[in-house]
């Protein structure tokens, strides 16, 4: 007996040799929280199912997977934009009190209710653009209370926001103010406190580090690579944003699941990456909102077949949007993906960036039924309105947590 059985519609399922892996005229049935048949209406074999829910013709697409976002946060960084538009300059900006540490300084003092409150908020903004699986770093703490405190308080905006969580943990996102120059002192603390204990409490799913001249060498960054192998933990990078560090052949060497921005990735980088089967994850709303010039080299990534996944990069300094359909519309306008390359790197190709592939990502039979339901014409689309209201429903392993009836 299946659970449930959505039919009177189309899915665009993301796999197979069709575009989007389309499929008009669908049924998908659904039985423990999982999909137990997709395909075409007149395939559909005899099973009874509890609930028939005929969807008037909308398209269902899987899920969308947030794979980079910086969700939560203390404050913002509202005012310090505003200075830098009347024409402050860095240097005025950092005497003002702005910066990361402004938001490191805000988040210290949050209580974790405070950050799940808040963050909630940009979730369910997230969650009515048909979100279903939203990965959150830590990295605003820098020190281990404020850097667990995110973390709990990410599993908790997934409960929240009836959203599927993925941590990161990012401890070596910044030099916290208190080590003056001590880089060594902090990173010795990110590689044999703060790893080590919030592997130990379950808090992550993976290691992330920022690899640039503002953060961290590539030298340190193998630490910290090192230390997350040595508590099994996958990492992933931010890498080749602002210079060419070698981040991404860095993370190619740790088996990275993915390496994010990649605006400055070299030949070799793309060649590492390709090699790993490390996925390139762009980051469109971040060079937008820097009115950055350089875009990452799409045309060498695609040509090498290395997997490209789009995230927001929600972060209240260089992304501040909780709109991944506008993240989908700049990978293609700004980056010129095409509408599918977009589309299927928020659902598919990020699945692989946070190595739920085989969970999520597509819809096919034994995945995860989490799902989005569409008021469209053609999967383009998703890609194609700004700030239109597209999503008519969402549903996280089989339950419907959006706009239709649970
Ligand atoms: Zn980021």
């Known amino acids: 007996m299946w659970d449930l059985l959505l039919t009177d519609c189309h899915a665009a399922t993301m796999t197979g040799a069709e575009p989007y892996g389309a499929i008009r005229d669908a049924a998908i049935a659904i039985a423990g929280g999982r999909i ?43 005012r310090e934009w505003e200075l830098r538009a009347k024409g402050a300059t860095y240097e005025d900006i950092a005497r003002a009190g702005g910066g990361i540490l402004s938001t490191v300084r805000a988040t210290r003092e949050a209580s ?10 940009r ?3 997230m969650a009515h653009q048909g979100v279903t699986t939203l990965e959150i770093k830590s990295g605003y703490g820098l020190d281990l209370e404020t850097e667990s405190r995110m973390l709990r308080a990410a599993a908790r905006v997934g409960e929240a926001a009836k959203i599927r969580i993925s941590r990161s943990f990012l401890g070596a996102h910044a030099l916290p103010p208190e080590y003056g120059d001590n880089r060594k002192a902090y990173v010795d603390l990110v590689c044999h406190e703060m790893i080590p204990a919030i592997a130990e409490a379950g808090l992550v799913d993976a290691v992330d580090a920022f690899c640039e001249t503002i953060a961290f060498t590539p030298a340190e960054t193998e630490r910290v690579f090192a230390a997350a192998r ?10 080749e944003q602002l210079s060419d560090q070698g981040g991404a052949a860095l993370a190619a060497k740790y088996h990275a699941l993915s390496a994010d921005h990649l605006e400055h990735l070299s030949d070799d980088g793309i060649a590492a990456l390709k090699q790993s089967g490390t996925v390139a994850v762009v980051l469109p709303c971040a060079f937008y909102f820097l009115r950055e ?3 990452p080299p799409i045309v060498a990534l695609r040509s090498a077949n290395v997997p490209i996944a789009v995230a927001t990069d929600c972060n209240p300094g260089t992304s501040p949007t909780a709109s991944p359909l506008m993240a989908l519309n700049m990978a293609c306008t700004l980056y010129g993906l095409t509408p599918e390359e977009a589309i299927t790197g928020m659902t598919r190709h990020a699945a692989r960036a946070l190595g739920l592939e085989a969970e999520i990502g597509t819809l096919e039979a034994n995945k995860s039924a989490d799902l989005a339901i569409w008021a469209i014409a053609d999967p383009a689309e ?15 392993k089989g339950r419907s947590v959006h706009g239709t009836k649970p």
């Open 230 to 239: 040595a508590h099994k933990l996958r990492v992933r990078l931010h890498a």
């Open 293 to 295: 010039t350089r875009k």
């Open 382 to 396: 998703l890609a194609y309105w700004i700030g239109a209201d597209l999503l008519r429903g969402r549903y996280l």
């Open 36 to 78: 137990a048949w997709v395909g075409a209406a007149k395939a559909l074999p005899q099973h009874d199912a509890r609930e028939t829910r005929p969807l008037d013709g909308a398209w269902v697409t899987p899920g969308l997977i947030d794979c980079h976002t910086h969700l939560v946060f203390a404050g913002n960084r509202a």
């Open 123 to 125: 979730a369910r903004a």
């Open 112 to 121: 974790e209710d405070a950050l799940v409150q808040s963050a909630t908020g």
